[in-house]
């Protein structure tokens, strides 16, 4: 008999099953439809986490900020879905993704102020490499957020 103890133990360690095709696409529906709701994207990003499909966000939420380009926080979600694949990434690609994420950031800063886009943009320059001289930036960016 499996103890509970040994069922929250192993969900726990490898965390909760992968989505089903079905729930992200019913994720992705709702969010064609509410294209600004930050919370809706950041649970159908952590499905998208659990089941390690990272290029699918990014590429639903790139395409959702181009049919959508005033919608703030879907710019932010693109933006938090490349940040969400860099533990994954290789040693060579974070940066890339983190370039990316500033730049999704920085678009959404076009489109009007926004505390959370400033506080996490700032926090992405400060994982900088101190060689990539880019600190003074988020020092900037965490002190207007």
Do not use: C
């Not at 909760?16 to 064609?32: H, S, Y």
């Not at 089941?51 to 933006?79: C, M």
């Not at 950031?105 to 076009?110: G, I």
């Not at 996490?120 to 060689?131: A, E």
């Amino acid at each position: 008999m499996i103890s509970v103890a040994l069922v929250v133990a192993l969900l726990l360690h490898n965390g909760p099953p992968p989505p089903t095709p079905a729930v992200l696409a019913e994720f992705e529906t709702k969010l064609r439809q509410d294209p600004n709701n930050l919370r809706l994207g950041a649970d159908y990003r952590q499905a998208i986490i659990a089941g390690k499909q990272f290029d699918r966000a990014i590429k639903f939420f790139k395409e959702l900020v181009r049919r959508n380009p005033q919608a703030q926080n879907a710019s932010i979600n693109t933006a938090f879905a490349y940040v969400d694949k860099i533990p994954d990434a290789s040693g060579f690609s974070q940066p890339f993704l983190g370039r990316d994420a500033i730049n999704q950031m920085s678009k959404a800063l076009q489109l009007g102020p926004n505390w959370l886009a400033l506080y996490v943009r700032g926090l992405i320059y400060l994982y900088y490499k101190p060689f990539m001289r880019v600190t003074h930036l988020g020092v900037e960016d965490l002190e207007k957020a």
